[in-house]
């Protein structure tokens, strides 16, 4: 086969001994800017055409040619080039044989096949399977600008990889430090509550009883001061009931001492009796002791869930499920009011739907939001289920 070239070519190279069954090899290390271009082609003379008509494209460049298939791989193995140009048909070899092996060794690295024929449905075929492009010996003219292109690609792929690595690996550590930030707050809850609960709900307890002896102590004609003490101590009382209650909602007892299926029952009465709307709890879940992380971010879900009821459903009705399923623990919450839209959803605004969102994610879970207006919502919270721990 004859080779056209854009300009006549210069004599072909051979080797020392004259003969034309080899080329010499560079050195696998390339200097530094120079391509490294690795070729699989059986005739030598072919090879030097390709040589001269990347040399007089301007592209500096370092070559080695392969004949054989574990030729081919060990080249990829050891030193993969930043091209590979590969012949069509080979004696022992052939070019789908090499792209099939170039794209699980190098798969980013560009494919272009330099060959003598080449039908188009067999060049539609390598391009379906991952070659860069094809160009023809006898058009070697567009060889240059099809490598050019091909190492633009490339360029322009790795450069797109490296943003969307940097962009996991910022998603990863945001993650990350929403998850600490999670588990501080909920380690300050707990501490608050415990405070609250223990210091302040026993100096008034204290109080309380201080002043029932001050009671006891005062004369009949002390009616004045004994009305005043009862006062008091009323409003003790009350006192009492609001730092228990502050000491619940920070971080309730129950979670931690019954289980999460108690606490969700527990929260969906005081819901109920806070607000006046009817809220039913259906489970079908054994009352059990899961991991703390688990636990807590499936209760605080579900209070985002009764909360947002409170602020936007005007409902009248709430109904609660809790099953498990295929692994999981599955929440379902339906209520009969306006119904959440998906601008509601998308909302980026919406920050306690996405604090839900990223809670169910930190525990590996999903969270789904459905609505119509004027049909309620229904809210479906799936997480897998730890190791339980009773």
């Not at 050019?148 to 450069?159: D, G, M």
């Not at 109080?207 to 009323?234: P, Y």
């Amino acid at each position: 086969m004859t080779l056209s070239l854009p300009s006549p070519p210069s004599p072909p190279l051979l080797s020392p001994s004259g003969q034309g069954d080899a080329l010499p090899h560079p050195p696998a290390i390339a200097r530094q800017g120079e391509l490294r271009v690795l070729l699989v082609e059986d005739n030598r003379s072919h090879a030097e055409v390709v040589e001269q008509v990347l040399r007089e494209g301007g592209i500096r460049f370092s070559i080695e040619r392969v004949e054989t298939g574990p030729a081919f791989r060990e080249k990829l193995e050891l030193h993969p080039p930043d091209l590979i140009l590969s012949d069509y048909a080979l004696p022992s070899f052939d070019g789908l044989a090499a792209l099939t092996i170039a794209k699980d060794k190098t798969p980013d690295v560009p494919f272009i096949f330099v060959t003598g024929t080449m039908g188009e449905e067999v060049a539609i075929e390598t391009l379906k399977k991952g070659a860069t492009d094809y160009v023809l010996k006898t058009r070697l003219a567009r060889l240059v600008p099809s490598v050019q292109r091909a190492l633009r690609e490339a360029a322009e792929r790795r450069e797109r990889q490296r943003a969307e690595e940097q962009l996991r690996r910022s998603h990863e550590q945001l993650r990350a430090l929403t998850s600490y930030l999670q588990y501080v707050r909920e380690e300050e809850r707990t501490r608050i509550a415990r405070e609250v609960h223990d210091e302040l709900g026993q100096s008034l307890t204290g109080l309380k009883m201080d002043l029932a002896w001050i009671a006891g102590q005062l004369a009949k004609n002390g009616r004045t001061l004994l009305q005043k003490v009862k006062t008091m101590s009323s409003d003790i009382d009350a006192t009492i009931q609001t730092v228990r209650r502050i000491a619940t909602e920070l971080r309730p007892g129950i979670l931690d001492n019954l289980g999460l299926v108690a606490a969700i029952e527990w929260q969906a009465n005081e819901f109920q009796t806070r607000t006046g709307i009817t809220c039913t709890v259906a489970s079908t879940v054994t009352d059990t002791l899961w991991d703390e992380d688990f636990s807590t971010a499936f209760f605080r879900i579900f209070q985002e869930t009764l909360t947002n009821i409170i602020r936007h459903a005007n409902a009248t009705r709430v109904e609660v499920e809790l099953s498990e399923q295929d692994g999981c623990l599955i929440l379902i919450v339906k209520d009969n009011g306006r119904g959440i839209t998906e601008a509601d959803v998308a909302n980026t605004r919406s920050i306690g739907l996405i604090g839900m969102r990223e809670r169910a994610a930190l525990v590996g879970g999903e969270i789904n939001f459905q609505g119509a207006p004027g049909h309620g919502t229904i809210v479906t919270v799936r997480i897998p289920l730890p190791v339980r721990r009773d």
